[in-house]
């Protein structure tokens, strides 16, 4: 059993070594490496060196058409190529870009409202009042709320 084992074990190294020179020989992106789409169903007996090649070379194709695919994208391909990349799913990857697009559009979103909106709000006819208070914070807290109130027209003077 043990002999057996052995010689197995060797057939699949010698095999692995085989199809390493096939994917040397095979052109592909830089980034891709043989593990990343390697599969264990080659070391089978039965699959013919010959499957392997027409699979490594099947599989580069795929990931290629896939990359032109992300990269067509009009917002944030550079994210979902980078997820495809780490995952070679191009499902994940355009739900990444997806992710990425959606969280820049609640950004701009807040932030127009908080230019248009909210400085529409305060109307120099409102009535002001002066309201005094204390807050017990670090130097750079104190900046942030000091470029609050600025960003506001909030007036504000030392207590």
Known sequence: DKQVKAFEEERKATKREQIGSIWENTPH???LTLPKIFDEKWLNKTTTMKSIELALRE?????????????????FAFEAETE???????????????????????KAEAVKVE???????ISKDEPRMWVAFQ????IAQAKELKAYFNAHGIEFKEV
């Open 84 to 106: 495809y990349k780490r995952t070679l799913d191009l499902a994940k990857a355009i739900e990444e870009g997806k992710r990425q697009a959606d969280i820049q559009k609640a």
């Open 135 to 138: 807050a017990y914070v670090t």
């Open 59 to 75: 599989k580069v194709e795929q990931i290629e058409k896939d990359l032109t695919t992300i990269r067509g994208l009009e917002a």
């Open 29 to 31: 992106p830089e980034w």
């Open 115 to 121: 230019e248009t909106g909210f400085m529409q709000e």
